[in-house]
């Protein structure tokens, strides 16, 4: 869809200021690093945050709720080519309420696009503070979702371009991990939806603040550029200290007992939604180690009469063992794992009204088993790629359909993979 024309006064200023920034940064810095020498070190960041929103209510019969109403979430990967250069690619998505002007919600409005993006850097402190600018462009698609109000017109989805410009600091803790903090734009940002039978376009111009990780990945032997470059990167593999870690995955869950209130006429998909896994724990010795595991996926219930009734989110807080046999000289370590917790459930999104499909899950909590396994493969001496299959098991919740009591099963067998990085 066609961009609005209009932009406000203040949007005006505020994109004026961080062009001359950049432009008065990139003079600078492009003086600074005159004959500089250029490599390539690579890395992901994932950072999470909220988005603000600066013109929520500019369009004329919706507004967004301001600040987002669920974390900015960003995923991306990237280089640096020098002191002062790098470039990355990435995607981002966050979600909110959208309402109706001077009313109530309507329902969901997110948006998910990829961008690319330069990054002009400035290292100081003995480059372990690492000061950088952002400018770039990117493409999104806006979506509706999650109806609340089952009678006011509106809902599609619309895509649109949009530019980037931010700032942010990276703090070196490692010689490959960098704690970072960044602000950044998203400018001229209109995706459309259908408001009334007619195309609207949506403001989605918005500043997010977010902090993650920026993870680098050295060849082994070589000497580090940067904060550590006195240091030569040690070989890929595990070790037998004790050592704490994070992880973080995203994969499926495959429901076990879709059928589970099948007499009252009620059924689960077999697959989930987007599922999004992690935790933090230790290894304790070469063996053995322990942690603190958080998993969250969405089901859809439906009925054989009425199709989609409602969206049901779960999710679930686990104390889990850890087995692991490392081999080929600990660069390969498969391992088991086993324990329980706490399975949390509750009714998300109808997609229908409830008058008419009589459904009502309120949140229920249940305790419930996990056994599993999978392996890591260290492609850094403290970052290993993991992948996970995980039984949750005993895990039900009690709703009512049509009036009548019914048990819902939501078991399920994940299937997750992601990073495990350590920090010692």
Not at 62 to 91: C, I, R, T
Not at 230 to 251: I, L, M, W
Not at 275 to 295: D, H, K, P, T, V
């Amino acid at each position: 869809m066609a961009a609005s024309s209009s932009r406000r006064p203040g949007q005006k200023r505020l994109a004026a200021v961080l062009v001359c920034a950049a432009i008065a940064s990139l003079a600078a810095v492009t003086d600074a690093c005159a004959g500089e020498k250029f490599f390539t070190r690579p890395y992901l960041r994932l950072g999470l945050g909220r988005n603000f929103y600066f013109n929520s209510s500019d369009s004329p019969n919706v507004e967004l709720q301001n600040p987002s109403g669920q974390p900015f979430a960003e995923f991306l990967l990237g280089a640096d080519l020098s002191k002062y250069w790098g470039l990355e690619f990435g995607f981002d998505y966050v979600k909110t309420d959208i309402l109706q002007a001077g009313g109530g919600k309507l329902g969901d409005f997110s948006t998910l696009s990829g961008f690319l993006q330069a990054r002009v850097r400035y290292p100081l402190k003995n480059e372990k503070f690492v000061p950088y600018l952002l400018f770039g462009a990117g493409y999104g698609i806006g979506d509706f979702s999650g109806r609340k109000n089952f009678t006011y017109p509106i809902g599609g989805r619309g895509w649109s371009g949009y530019g980037i410009l931010g700032a942010g600091l990276d703090y070196f803790i490692y010689r490959n991990i960098a704690i970072s903090t960044e602000l950044k734009s998203q400018l001229w940002y209109r995706p459309a939806l259908m408001v009334n039978g007619v195309s609207e376009d949506i403001n989605a111009d918005g500043m997010a603040l977010t902090s993650g990780l920026r993870v680098f990945f050295d060849k082994p032997g070589t000497k580090v550029p940067g904060a550590y470059h006195d240091e030569v990167v040690p070989p890929s593999h595990d070790s037998d200290k004790f050592r704490t870690y994070v992880n973080v995955r995203a994969g499926k869950g495959v429901y076990t007992g879709t059928n589970a209130a099948s007499a009252q006429g009620l059924t689960l998909d077999s697959v989930s939604g987007p599922m999004i896994s992690g935790g933090f724990g230790a290894n304790f010795s070469r063996y053995w180690g322990a942690e603190l595991a958080f998993e969250y996926a969405r089901a859809q219930v439906r009925s054989p009469t009425l199709g989609k009734i409602t969206g049901y989110p779960a999710w679930t807080i686990l104390g889990l063992a850890r087995m692991r046999y490392p081999i080929d000289e600990g660069k390969f370590v498969p391992y088991l794992v086993l324990g329980g917790g706490l399975g949390m459930s509750e009714e998300g999104d109808d997609d229908i009204p409830q008058t008419q499909s009589g459904f009502n899950g309120s949140r229920h909590t249940s305790f419930v088993g996990a056994a599993g396994g999978g392996f890591d493969y260290f492609v850094q001496d403290d970052v290993a790629l993991t992948f996970e299959v995980r039984d949750t098991f005993g895990f039900s919740t009690d709703v009512t359909f049509m009036g009548m009591p019914a048990t819902l099963d939501l078991g399920y067998v994940s299937f997750t993979g992601g990073l495990r990085i350590f920090f010692n």
